[in-house]
């Protein structure tokens, strides 16, 4: 399961619509792929469909799909959005990683 912060569905929702998607209609894909300084690296794009062997989420709104390889790294994650000053922009409250890199971009198990 991941879990959207009521700041993150108020982002996701403006950036969707600033590109031409709908959330609740469309997808958030959220994934891992190798890569970042701590060896694995986040990855976070729109898609307006599935693919065979994604798996579906839903929070607060917001339709969030998941590659197959990717699910067990990511569950229990909660995706938030950190503006202002220091903001750093999305952010993944991972409870699986070991240890994160200072930008918070990526993780390690």
């Given at each position: 399961?991941?879990?959207?912060?009521?700041?993150?569905?108020?982002?996701?929702?403006?950036?969707?619509?600033?590109?031409?998607?709908?959330?609740?209609?469309?997808?958030?894909?959220?994934g891992v792929k190798?890569?970042?300084?701590?060896?694995?690296?986040?990855?976070?794009?729109?898609?307006?469909?599935?693919?065979?062997?994604?798996?579906?989420?839903?929070?607060?709104?917001?339709?969030?799909?998941?590659?197959?390889?990717?699910?067990?790294?990511?569950a229990g994650t909660?995706?938030?959005?950190?503006?202002?000053?220091?903001?750093?922009?999305?952010?993944?409250?991972?409870?699986?990683?070991?240890?994160?890199?200072?930008?918070?971009?990526?993780?390690?198990?």
């Amino acid at each position: 399961m991941i879990k959207v912060s009521e700041e993150a569905k108020k982002k996701i929702s403006a950036l969707m619509s600033e590109e031409g998607f709908t959330a609740g209609i469309d997808y958030v894909r959220v994934g891992v792929k190798s890569g970042g300084c701590s060896g694995l690296s986040y990855e976070l794009k729109f898609d307006k469909s599935q693919t065979e062997g994604d798996k579906l989420f839903e929070d607060n709104d917001i339709k969030i799909i998941v590659d197959k390889r990717s699910v067990l790294y990511l569950a229990g994650t909660i995706l938030e959005y950190s503006g202002g000053l220091n903001g750093k922009g999305f952010l993944f409250n991972n409870p699986n990683a070991q240890r994160t890199c200072g930008c918070g971009e990526s993780f390690s198990l």
